[in-house]
């Protein structure tokens, strides 16, 4: 179905899907368990913290995970440059903050409102603990 783009508003919902690499007939050796989506959950709200999107709605379940994900295109207008360097201090896990005017900062602030940004940082952020994970059972 062709989807419009709606120039005037500053809000979008986006359905975002997330599946599991190998989901063939009978091979649950990559389905999530408990453990699986109680991180996935984790990692969702972490990074919400630091991004300008907000999750609405979520479900996980054992084969993927669904979200709502919100976003206000004039969000990033409403950010002080201190602002901006908390989030940056966030994402990094850094102890100080930097200083607002730095070029990393004002970097930083262009993904803050980027949906790829966000599901990119996710999915590298669940990938990387599973196979640490993975790793450790064997």
Not at 30 to 55: D, G, M, P
């Amino acid at each position: 179905m062709k989807r419009y783009l709606d120039l005037e508003s500053d809000l979008c919902f986006y359905n975002v899907i997330i599946k599991v690499p190998d989901n063939t007939f009978g091979n649950r050796a990559y389905a999530f368990n408990s453990t699986h989506k109680k991180r996935l959950k984790e990692i969702i709200f972490y990074i919400e913290r630091v991004y300008e999107l907000k999750c609405l709605y979520y479900t996980i379940m054992s084969t993927n995970a669904h979200f709502i994900i919100y976003c206000n295109r004039d969000s990033l207008d409403n950010l002080s440059l201190k602002e901006e360097a908390l989030h940056e201090q966030e994402y990094r896990g850094r102890k100080y903050t930097l200083d607002a005017r730095t070029c990393e900062v004002r970097k930083f602030r262009t993904g803050l409102n980027d949906l790829s940004d966000f599901l990119g940082n996710l999915k590298k952020r669940f990938t990387r603990w599973y196979n640490c994970q993975d790793e450790k059972l064997r």
